[in-house]
C-alpha cells in the first residue's frame, strides 16, 4: 500500500482528536484538523465543520483519503448525521475510516452503533475504537472533575462495579496506528487500561495525589438519570445512567492486550495519569 495520503480528524481540537493530530503530525503525515470554528492546530491544514452544517463537508472530505470519526457530542441518534456525511466522504475518495464509539456500545446497538454497523459496507478499511471509560473525565471541566473540585466526591450509579479505565493518550496512540499502518484492523477494539478499578478506588487515588478528601457517592440509577436530565437531553441522559447501571453490573469489568498489541508499549495506569494530570490539584 502507498504511504497515507491527507488524513481528517474529525473533533481535532477534542479530547482525542487533538491527540490524534499530535500523533499524526509528529509522524510526518499531512493532517486536515477539523472543527466547528477551524482553530489552528499546530502542523495541520484547519477546516471549519460542523456535523449540523452539511454545507461544511464538502471541503473537509476534499483532497483527504481517510478520516478519524468523533460523533456529534450529545447525539442520541449520531447516524443521522453521520451516514450521509460518510455516503459524501467515500464518494469524495477516501478509503480508510476510524470510528471512536465505546466500549458500552456494542456493533448495532444505540447511538453510534449503528455507524459502527453500516461502516464495514462503506469503507474497504476501517476500524472502530471501543474505549473504556476515559481517564481524562476526572479532568478539567468534565462533570466528575468539577464535582470532585466542588463537593469531594465522584457522584456514580455504578456500584461497585469496576472499570478498565484508559487514558486518552493510548486512544490516540491506537488510533494513529488505525489510521497510517499499512493493514487495516478491519474490526473493532476494545481499549482498556491495565486494570480494573471501582469508583471508590478512583476516588481514593485522587486524594491520595492530590491530597484532598475524595469519595465516591453511591446514587441510584434514578437519582443519577434525573440529574443528568437537568444538564442534557433527557434521552442522553437516559442512557448515560443506563451504562453506569451497566458497570454495576460488571459490564466494563474486563482488560484488553489492543494497546500493547497495536502500539507496542502498555497502557499507562490511572496513577500514573493521576501524577501526571491532577497533581498540581491540590
Avoid: C
Amino acid at each position: 500500500m502507498n504511504a497515507p495520503g491527507t488524513t481528517l480528524v474529525i473533533g481535532a481540537t477534542g479530547t482525542t482528536g487533538r491527540r490524534v493530530v499530535a500523533g499524526l503530525t509528529a509522524e510526518g503525515h499531512r493532517v486536515k484538523a477539523a472543527g466547528r470554528t477551524a482553530a489552528a492546530v499546530t502542523g495541520a491544514r484547519a477546516v471549519r465543520f460542523d456535523w449540523d452544517v452539511p454545507a461544511t463537508w464538502s471541503e473537509a472530505v476534499d483532497g483527504v483519503d481517510r478520516v478519524y470519526l468523533v460523533p456529534p457530542i450529545g447525539s442520541a441518534e449520531p447516524a443521522a448525521v453521520m451516514l450521509p456525511f460518510l455516503r459524501q466522504a467515500r464518494a469524495a475518495g477516501v478509503h480508510r475510516a476510524v470510528l471512536l464509539s465505546s466500549s458500552a456500545i456494542p456493533v448495532g446497538g444505540p447511538a453510534v452503533g449503528r455507524v459502527h454497523q453500516e461502516l464495514p459496507g462503506l469503507f474497504e478499511q476501517w476500524a472502530v475504537l471501543r474505549p473504556s471509560w476515559f481517564m481524562q473525565n476526572f479532568t478539567g471541566s468534565m462533570p466528575h472533575a468539577r464535582s470532585i473540585r466542588e463537593d469531594g466526591a465522584v457522584l456514580t450509579a455504578t456500584g461497585n462495579g469496576r472499570v478498565g479505565f484508559v487514558d486518552a493518550e493510548d486512544i490516540a496512540a491506537v488510533a494513529v496506528r488505525a489510521l497510517t499502518d499499512d493493514r487495516s484492523p478491519d474490526t473493532d477494539l476494545v481499549l482498556t487500561g491495565p486494570e480494573t478499578l471501582s469508583y471508590d478506588d478512583v476516588a481514593a487515588t485522587v486524594a491520595a495525589v492530590t491530597g484532598r478528601p475524595v469519595v465516591h457517592r453511591h446514587l441510584t440509577y434514578e437519582q443519577l438519570r434525573d440529574r443528568w436530565a437537568a444538564e442534557i437531553p433527557p434521552a442522553f441522559a437516559t442512557m448515560l445512567a443506563g451504562m453506569d447501571r451497566a458497570i454495576a453490573a460488571g459490564a466494563e469489568d474486563r482488560t484488553t492486550d489492543t494497546v500493547q498489541r497495536l502500539t507496542g508499549r502498555p497502557p499507562g495506569t490511572f496513577r500514573a495519569f493521576a501524577e501526571r494530570e491532577l497533581s498540581g490539584s491540590r
